[in-house]
């Protein structure tokens, strides 16, 4: 009977493993959740739409120093009121309501020649639009990351979905057993309430894991824009790569020069910095060529059937003299937002500092840990091993096996997050670097079958 038992309860953990490992036909592999994320993640999305929005802002800004040609045109049908001298009696006057038709056709271009506003205005167009491709660029690096997370605590949550359920299931065994054998006298009360109690919480644990693992799924569906199905399974062999850089100090180094996101803010305080300039500029005069060309033909009543055509080549210059106030109060607000924009520089760059030590230290501990527990994993099995071969003995009771069950439980959910986690901190550290590219993925989706 207690040979029966724990034949099931070993086929029961060995299943469990393999089903965690296996991967199934049709599974989403992660770089098709990655390529479904840059269609679909509507925060990946939102970044693409704010990149096209900036391109044109250099375009915007050549426009205020390139020439402006408008051209208009009028037809009027008039109707006036002329009163003028009698022809007839002297001093007397007459009136006479004359109809006629006007028209007027004028072309006019407008060439800066000196705008310091339109100069300002123009520099920071390109630093808009390169800001712009930054924080696209730095959009990249997050959906990147967003994929690779949300793949990985769902497929963390589907590991503990399933060592819940043969962790029930077990239970559910030792039950049936100690029922039989408290019938044949065989068994104790004590044994079949432990039994009942650790069936209980695992029932508990069951549901919560399965509550788990829709949200987790809903979160990934939320990123690739539709439902994930089967997912690929990490391979049992796998290993933590070998880093490239090694010390914190040249990852520090690689983040400040290359970190798209601190790149992006960089830009953002030299735009606040021209934004003062151009504000100063409302008190600078403005010079401009100015070229026309106008036809007319009975413009006004006294020039009635008469046509001109009139060419005019010259320049006009426009002095501010007051605003209201406006131009000091403009280049004041400009001033504080570049300080905001500063302040909000080494906020950025503290946080990016604090992400790429936090995954640093992840990555380098990672490797040590994950060997320790897959030989916890080895030492779990070779227990229950020795744990039955105990009971058949007589040295060992249920609980004993029951306890041996719990730790390699453990030891398996410890090492299969262990293994995300490491996955996970690896792409953040490269993203928090700089050295995050669309290779990161494939290299990471090679780890899984």
Same mark, same amino acid.
């Given at each position: 009977?207690?040979?029966?038992?724990?034949?099931?309860?070993?086929?029961?953990?060995?299943?469990?493993?393999?089903?965690?490992?296996?991967?199934?036909?049709?599974?989403?592999?992660?770089?098709?959740?990655?390529?479904?994320?840059?269609?679909?993640?509507?925060?990946?999305?939102?970044?693409?739409?704010?990149?096209?929005? #900036?391109?044109?802002?250099?375009?915007?800004?050549?426009?205020?120093?390139?020439?402006?040609?408008?051209?208009?045109?009028?037809?009027?049908?008039?109707?006036?009121?002329?009163?003028?001298?009698?022809?007839?009696?002297?001093?007397?006057?007459?009136?006479?309501?004359?109809?006629?038709?006007?028209?007027?056709?004028?072309?006019?271009?407008?060439?800066?020649?000196?705008?310091?506003?339109?100069?300002?205005?123009?520099?920071?167009?390109?630093?808009?639009?390169?800001?712009?491709?930054?924080?696209?660029?730095?959009?990249?690096?997050?959906?990147?990351?967003?994929?690779?997370?949300?793949?990985? +605590?769902?497929?963390?949550?589907?590991?503990?979905?399933?060592?819940?359920?043969?962790?029930?299931?077990?239970?559910?065994?030792?039950?049936?057993?100690?029922?039989?054998?408290?019938?044949?006298?065989?068994?104790? *009360?004590?044994?079949?309430?432990?039994?009942?109690?650790?069936?209980?919480?695992?029932?508990?644990?069951?549901?919560?894991?399965?509550?788990?693992?829709?949200?987790? &799924?809903?979160?990934?569906?939320?990123?690739?824009?539709? +439902?994930? #199905?089967?997912?690929?399974?990490?391979?049992?062999?796998?290993?933590?790569?070998?880093?490239?850089?090694?010390?914190?100090?040249?990852?520090?180094?690689?983040?400040?020069?290359?970190?798209?996101?601190?790149?992006?803010?960089?830009?953002?305080?030299?735009?606040?910095?021209?934004?003062?300039?151009?504000?100063?500029?409302?008190?600078?005069? &403005?010079?401009?060529?100015?070229?026309?060309?106008?036809?007319?033909?009975?413009?006004?009543?006294?020039?009635?059937?008469?046509?001109?055509?009139? *060419?005019?080549?010259?320049?006009?210059?426009?002095?501010?003299?007051?605003?209201?106030?406006?131009?000091?109060?403009?280049?004041?607000?400009?001033?504080?937002?570049?300080?905001?924009?500063?302040?909000?520089?080494?906020?950025?760059?503290?946080?990016?500092?604090?992400?790429? *030590? &936090?995954?640093?230290?992840?990555?380098?501990?990672?490797?040590?840990?994950?060997?320790?527990?897959?030989?916890?994993?080895?030492?779990?099995?070779?227990?229950?091993?020795?744990?039955?071969?105990?009971?058949?003995?007589?040295?060992?009771?249920?609980?004993?096996?029951?306890?041996?069950?719990?730790?390699?439980?453990?030891?398996? *959910?410890?090492?299969?997050?262990?293994?995300?986690?490491?996955?996970? #901190?690896?792409?953040?550290?490269?993203?928090?670097? #700089?050295?995050?590219?669309?290779?990161?993925? &494939?290299?990471?989706?090679?780890?899984?079958?």
């Amino acid at each position: 009977m207690t040979s029966i038992r724990t034949s099931r309860l070993r086929a029961l953990v060995t299943g469990a493993l393999l089903a965690g490992a296996a991967g199934s036909a049709g599974a989403i592999t992660l770089e098709q959740a990655y390529q479904a994320a840059l269609k679909n993640d509507p925060v990946f999305r939102m970044r693409y739409f704010e990149n096209e929005s #900036g391109k044109e802002n250099r375009i915007l800004g050549r426009a205020q120093l390139l020439p402006q040609i408008s051209a208009s045109h009028s037809f009027n049908r008039n109707i006036t009121d002329r009163l003028s001298p009698s022809s007839l009696v002297q001093g007397a006057t007459q009136l006479d309501h004359p109809r006629y038709l006007s028209r007027s056709s004028v072309v006019q271009l407008r060439q800066p020649l000196f705008n310091v506003e339109g100069i300002q205005r123009y520099r920071q167009g390109k630093v808009q639009s390169e800001q712009a491709e930054q924080a696209y660029e730095a959009g990249l690096d997050e959906v990147s990351v967003r994929v690779v997370s949300a793949y990985m +605590d769902a497929l963390f949550a589907e590991d503990q979905l399933a060592l819940a359920r043969v962790q029930r299931d077990a239970y559910v065994e030792h039950q049936k057993v100690n029922t039989r054998l408290f019938q044949l006298g065989e068994g104790t *009360r004590t044994d079949m309430l432990e039994i009942q109690a650790r069936l209980d919480l695992a029932e508990a644990q069951l549901v919560e894991a399965q509550d788990n693992v829709v949200a987790v &799924r809903n979160t990934l569906a939320g990123v690739i824009g539709a +439902d994930p #199905g089967s997912l690929d399974q990490l391979a049992d062999n796998f290993r933590p790569v070998t880093l490239d850089v090694g010390s914190f100090e040249e990852w520090r180094s690689l983040a400040l020069a290359r970190n798209n996101t601190l790149a992006a803010t960089r830009l953002g305080v030299e735009n606040a910095r021209l934004d003062i300039n151009r504000n100063r500029a409302g008190h600078l005069p &403005r010079v401009d060529l100015i070229a026309s060309y106008s036809k007319s033909d009975s413009e006004t009543l006294n020039y009635l059937g008469v046509e001109t055509t009139n *060419r005019a080549l010259g320049f006009q210059i426009n002095f501010p003299i007051y605003s209201g106030g406006s131009v000091n109060a403009t280049t004041r607000q400009a001033a504080a937002n570049l300080g905001r924009a500063q302040a909000e520089l080494d906020v950025r760059s503290n946080e990016i500092l604090i992400e790429l *030590r &936090r995954a640093h230290d992840l990555v380098l501990s990672s490797g040590r840990k994950i060997d320790a527990l897959v030989k916890a994993v080895d030492s779990g099995k070779l227990l229950m091993t020795a744990t039955e071969q105990s009971i058949k003995g007589g040295v060992r009771i249920n609980l004993d096996l029951l306890n041996a069950q719990q730790q390699l439980f453990t030891s398996q *959910r410890d090492l299969a997050q262990a293994r995300y986690s490491y996955l996970v #901190g690896l792409m953040r550290l490269r993203a928090a670097a #700089g050295t995050l590219a669309p290779e990161s993925i &494939r290299e990471i989706a090679a780890f899984f079958r």
